[in-house]
């Protein structure tokens, strides 16, 4: 069943270097929800405060109608897995064993039979049940990724938060992994929350798209309605000419001279209008 995460107010700072304050938002469905944004934008921090890694400098996150802050990690982790950024970390454990991991919230250290073919259907998901026995430093940066996916989905949470998942991964496996992420967020009614940088990607398979422009949500619904030209040089800083394939918006980035300003912060500049982005667009001079 989909979780309700409320944020109220929500403000984060790592220090005195605050990422944002009064941040609303209302996630209350299920399916595939992608977050866009620059880099230091505050994506992840946005993940942090929904599963209690960092502590808001002011508001508050509810799930379920229940402030985290007030949530046990235990009970948090029975409703909540999370999938970090890709690090070169690796265990000295089989890969069996780190997919079991994400059954800890359910069962605890005692393996049930049950735990054991939970795991190993997830592995088979995420077409990695060959690998099974091998030790998981062993494998590739992509392989990892794929491990550690398939531990979120052991934890059979509600909400399922990853970031940038398809970072590692080749093509195939991008397109595989989104497509499957929907698929499950949809057949088994939970909330799948990705970080993803990929617009077009997104684009394909979200059913929902959140922008974070520095300090604030820029923009919020689907991507046909969020990905706009004006929207992608209003947060990136980048032209790009849009396209609708199969009824989702393609973008055609610009080869523009903005990118390599030097003092340039994506997510900073001034606001503009699609009438003034035509007007200033070199590529028509």
Known sequence: MAVHIKAEDLGASYGDNVIWE??????????????????????????????KILEPSSGRILLDGTDVLELGYKDIAKKVAYVPQA?????????????????????????????????????????????????????SAGQHQRVMIARGLAQQPDLLMLDEPTSNLDIYHQIYTMR???????????????ICHDLNIASRFSDRVIVFRKG??????????????????????????????????????????????????????????????????????
């Not at 009064?22 to 599963?51: A, C, Q, R, W």
């Not at 919230?105 to 088979?124: F, K, M, N, R, W």
Request: hydrophobic letters at 40%.
């Open 216 to 285: 604030s949500v820029y923009a919020d619904g689907t991507a046909q309605e969020v990905l706009t030209e004006e929207t992608i040089f209003n947060v990136y800083n980048v032209k790009a000419d849009i396209q609708i394939v199969d009824g989702r918006p393609y973008v055609i980035f610009h080869a523009d001279d903005s990118i390599d300003d030097p003092d340039f912060q994506c997510g900073v500049v001034d606001t503009v209008s699609k009438e003034d982005l035509q007007e200033a667009d070199p590529m028509d001079e």
């Open 180 to 194: 499957l992420l929907r698929d499950i967020a949809h057949e088994k009614n939970m909330t799948v929350l990705i």
């Open 22 to 51: 009064h941040i609303n938002l209302d996630i209350n469905e299920p399916g595939l929800i992608s977050i866009l944004g620059p880099n230091g934008v505050g994506k992840s921090t946005f993940m942090y405060t929904i599963n």
């Open 87 to 139: 690090s070169g970390e690796t265990f000295a454990m089989t890969v069996m064993d780190t997919v079991l991991m994400g059954r800890y919230p359910h069962s605890g250290y005692s393996v049930t039979q049950e735990d054991l073919e939970i795991a190993a259907d997830c592995l088979q998901k995420m077409n990695m049940g060959e690998f099974a026995l091998r030790n998981f430093n062993e494998l």
